[in-house]
Every structure is written in C-alpha cells, then in structure tokens.
C-alpha cells in the first residue's frame, strides 16, 4: 500500500486526532482509496497545460487600507470555552 | 585550539504599517485592551473570507525593491500549517518557495569595519500575517489576546552560506534594515514594542573548514545592543563547546537581558511538517513591469546612498554623514538648510552638535522642534558676516530653540552684535592694559604668552561682543608700543 500505518500516525498526530489501531488501519484504507483517484489525475495527458496553483481564474483580488470597526469584544468572546479578563482562556501552555 | 569562523543568518520580522489588517479590516495599533481589534476573519472563524490589503503588498515590493531583491511577476499566499494556540486558523498565511515570495535574491550593503562597504545577500521578502500573544496567567491556564493576530508581517531573511561573519555585522546588518524600513515608512522599526523582530542564528567552523557548522537560533533579543551581545555570547560559547571536544546542538535559545548569557529554550514543539499549500481563499498576486515601475518611482533615496553623497559631494566625514542620515527627517532637515544656502559643513556642525544635543536633552524630535532650517542658516549667516561671534551664535541657538524666534530678532533684543568698532575695542583694551601693568612688564620681558590673559580680560570686558580678531590686533598693538 503506498501509504504506511506509521504515516497515518504521523497525519493523525499533526491533526490532533486520537486513534486507536483499529480506525488507522480504516483510514490507510480509506486514504489509499482516496489516493488511487490521483493515478487516475496522473494519467491525463497534460502537455502545453500550464501549471496553476488556483482553481479560479482571478487574480489581484485586493482590498483598500481602511479600518472598519471591529467586533466587540463580547460578541468575539461568547463562543469561547473559557475567558477571563477580555482574553480567551487555553490550558497552560509552557514556553520561555 | 584551531580559530573559528563565525556565520551568522539573519531572520528579521517586520511589522507594516497599515491602517488595517492583512486579511480583514480589523484596526492595527499597539497595546489597547486585549481582543478589542478583533473580528470573524482574524479569530478564524468558519465561513469568513480573508482579502489581502492592498498597502501592505505594495509595502513589501517596494521593500523588495529596495533591497535589490528580484520581484516574483506571480506570487501566492500559502498555509503554513500547526496548532497553536496564538493561531486562530490553524494555520498562518505565509508564502513558500524560493522564487515565490514577492522579492528574493537580493542585497543590502553595510558599511565595513576595515572601511568601504561590504554587500549582504537577501534570500526572500515576503509577507505573512503575525500571531496572536499568549500570556501566563496568575490563576493557571494562559491568556490569548488577538489584536496582533492578522497583522501584516514582512519576513527579510540573509542569504545561506551567510555573509554576516561577526557580531558588529550583525548589528551594522540590522541598523541599516532598519532605516530603510523606516525610510520607507513601512515600519517603525521599535524593536522595544516588536514591531521589528530579529531572530539571528550563529554557528562557528574551523578557519579554512568549508563545511558549516551546527545553528543555534536566537530569540528574544529586543535591541540592537541584545542582537549584538547575543551573537557574541553564542560565538564564544559555542567555541568553548568546540575546544571541549563536545558537539553544539542544534536548538533554539532564548537571551536573558539581565544576565546577558543565552539558555536553551522549551519551543513549540518542532513538527517541522507545516505541509504548506497555497491557499485557496487568496488568489495569486500578479504584476507588470508598468506597477514596479510606478512602485520604483516612490522609492526614496536610502541612508547609505545619502550618506555616500554627503561625504563624497559635500565633503562630509563618514561619521558625520552617518549621523545625519541616521533618521529620515534629520537628513531631510539637513538638505534643505543646505538648499536654503547654508555651508554643510557648518550647518552639519550645528545640527550634530547643539541642535542634537538640545533635542537630546528636551526629548523633542526634529519634527517638533523649533528651530526651522531657514533660521539656523540665518545664525550660520550672521556668524559669518561679523555680525556676531561663535561664542554668542551658541547663546543664540539656545535661545532660538527655546522661543522659536529668528536668531536676528534675538540678536538685537539681546544687544548681541558683535563690536567691530576698533574706536570701542580700543578704550576697553587701553583700560585693561592700564589696570595691568605686572602682566605688561612680563610681556616685555619676553613672556609674549601672557598677552592671551589680556585678550581673556577685554572679552569678558566687552561681554563677549566684542570681535576676536579685532581684539587680538589690538593687544598685540598696545603692548609693542
Ligand atoms: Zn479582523
């Protein structure tokens, strides 16, 4: 299979998903599934395409330099699990 | 003990100027209540669509442009992606590769010790949003206030292998960057607030070695003076680890102002897996040679090009140059006192001496001052012509700082002319070498250099005014008789 168990680990650990054995071992699956779609995209014949990043043809989509009034404070903080002082309240986080 | 070699790379983070935010229009200001500049875009809540400002793209071209840098014509913003808490969105909108960021493969020259000037290679500009901050809080758990999430942010990095080979490269690096950021008027550069961050990273390898050697990373350096000691620290600490046969490992390290010492630092743990796409909310960016030309076009011209013409067409000295282009008004406070005809020399004097140190001391700015380059011109004018003397231009210049009126106005009000009259000077000369005839008698007996007590004594006498050539011709006249 081209992706590994340990990679499934690895993509789980990075999207902060607790899995047991047995929902990796669904997911390789499923992920490999999903990527033999990719074979089917690999086979297409691409010459003279140029590359894009972009679904959408556009480009410059840019606003002007001008503040508008912000949310107010209550409403930014009322799906918060925990705040405290105007701040949104996370476990300790250690650092410095 | 072999001798080292010190590289040392340069990451510098630069808040831009905007009025607004990168991605919404949330306001941008320092300090203020947490989470008052806050909106459904910038705290990343589903559904929301982010537009890119206009300001800071053109902020960082032209800082691109600047620094000599190449300019992507098609450029996008990618997801650099990781949990944190200071990070709304899960990710932040940054942009990767080595030919996608708006500039790269660029210069700044610094000023070399041995003299001349020594070029600095720019791998990229680019643009990027800056995090939220996190604070302890005394009750446990930490605090997130998100008036900086969003703000726009212009990451310079120096070219790898690194040119930067000592810690007063590195601070020389950092202080031109500097006032060519604020030159532009893209960033205030105040290091103290964050609006201007440097993260150096140093590591050392035998003199002739051409492999690099291990990096550690610094943060936390919040001055010019940190960003050097900091450097120095690591250089001297990673060559004791060297001599003890030990290894240097690569980590990040934090300064500690107050011990002036660097200690490992607990990061974020380092996935180093950012698994960066471009983002599909954010169209790319697309320009013509005609907007970098209008963009070339606002481009000042930067300190050390200042600094080149002032000692080169007006004669200046590479110090007194340095100073003068050191802030953007100052310079421009400068040339127009040259313009108004005024001697750079002398106005140079004028402005590096009294008129910085009054400022020094007041607390005021050139732009708040007093004192407008039309007058000082006119005080160099009346020194010039004998109207008065240097001594009393400088009892001038302090009053002029401190009313504002025009040094002619003060001169009169003040009876400050100088005595040119050789009738007036005569009497007091006559009265003072009467009064004196002991320092006469030395005189005569060959001591000529007591006549310089007589000149003191008619100076004083004349209350200053009175003109010191005149003076001197005179004494020396008196006693020869
Ligand atoms: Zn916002």
Redesign the interface.
């Given at each position: 299979m081209p992706i590994s168990l340990d990679e499934v680990r690895?993509v789980a650990r990075?999207a902060?998903l607790d899995l047991d054995e047995a929902e990796m071992l669904a997911l390789q699956g499923e992920l490999n599934a999903l990527i033999g779609h990719f074979t089917d995209i690999q086979n297409v014949n691409v010459t003279g395409v140029e590359p894009t990043?972009?679904?959408?043809n556009?480009?410059?989509?840019?606003?002007?330099?001008?503040?508008?009034d912000?949310?107010a404070?209550d409403s930014?903080?009322r799906n918060a699990p925990?705040s405290?002082?105007?701040?949104?309240?996370?476990?300790?986080?250690?650092?410095? | 003990m072999p001798e080292y070699v010190a590289s040392v790379g340069m990451e510098v983070h630069a808040e831009l100027m905007t009025r607004s935010k990168m991605f919404c229009r949330c306001p941008v200001a320092f300090g203020g209540e947490p989470n008052t500049r806050v909106c459904p875009v910038c705290l990343g809540m589903p559904g929301t669509l982010p537009v890119p400002n206009r300001r800071a793209i053109e902020m960082v071209l032209r800082t691109a442009l600047a620094l000599d840098c190449t300019i992507a014509m098609r450029s996008v913003f990618h997801r650099k992606n990781y949990f944190y808490p200071d990070l709304p969105k899960g990710y932040q909108v940054s942009q990767y590769g080595e030919t996608n960021p708006l500039g790269y493969a660029g210069k700044l020259e610094i000023p070399a010790s041995g003299g001349g000037y020594k070029r600095v290679g720019i791998r990229r500009v680019h643009l990027e949003e800056d995090t939220g901050k996190l604070m302890h809080l005394p009750a446990g758990g930490s605090g997130v206030d998100f008036n900086r999430a969003g703000v726009p942010l212009m990451e310079i990095v120096t070219d790898f292998p690194p040119d930067i080979t000592t810690p007063d490269e590195a601070k020389e690096y950092l202080a031109q960057l500097r006032q060519i950021l604020v030159y532009l008027e893209v960033c205030d550069g105040k290091m103290e607030e964050g609006s201007m961050r440097c993260e150096p990273n140093i590591s050392i390898r035998p003199e002739g070695s051409e492999t690099y050697g291990t990096k550690t990373e610094l943060k936390n350096l919040n001055s010019f003076r940190s960003v050097q000691l900091g450097v120095q620290f690591e250089v001297r600490r990673q060559t004791a680890v060297l001599d003890h046969g030990q290894r240097v490992v690569q980590e990040t390290r934090g300064w500690d102002e107050n011990r002036e010492a660097s200690f490992p630092m607990r990061v974020k743990e380092a996935e180093n897996d950012y698994r960066y796409f471009p983002d599909p909310d954010l169209v790319p960016m697309v320009f013509d040679e005609a907007y970098l030309e209008s963009l070339r076009a606002t481009l000042p011209e930067l300190p050390l090009a200042k600094s080149r013409r002032y000692q080169e067409v007006m004669g200046l000295s590479a110090y007194d140059a340095g100073l003068l282009v050191a802030d953007r008004d100052w310079a421009a406070y400068f040339e127009s006192a040259v313009e108004l005809g005024g001697d750079a020399k002398t106005v140079c004097n004028w402005m590096n001496g009294d008129y910085a140190r009054y400022l020094n001391e007041s607390g005021n700015t050139v732009g708040s001052g007093n004192v407008q380059p039309k007058q000082l011109v006119e005080l160099t004018k009346l020194i010039e012509d004998g109207t008065i003397s240097g001594k009393i231009a400088k009892d001038v210049f302090a009053e002029m700082f401190r009313t504002g009126h025009d040094p002619r106005t003060i001169v009169q009000s003040k009876g400050a002319t100088q005595i040119s009259d050789a009738g007036a000077i005569g009497e007091i000369v006559a009265r003072v070498v009467g009064a004196n005839p002991d320092v006469v008698a030395k005189y005569k007996s060959g001591q000529t250099s007591v006549a310089g007590f007589l000149i003191g004594r008619v100076m004083a006498e004349s209350k200053g005014r009175a003109n010191p050539q005149l003076v001197r011709d005179l004494v020396a006249k008196a006693l020869d008789e």
């Open positions: 690895h990075l902060r990043s972009h679904a959408v556009m480009n410059n989509v840019w606003a002007e330099d001008e503040a508008d912000p949310f404070r930014a903080l925990m405290r002082a105007g701040l949104f309240v996370v476990p300790t986080i250690i650092e410095d | -």
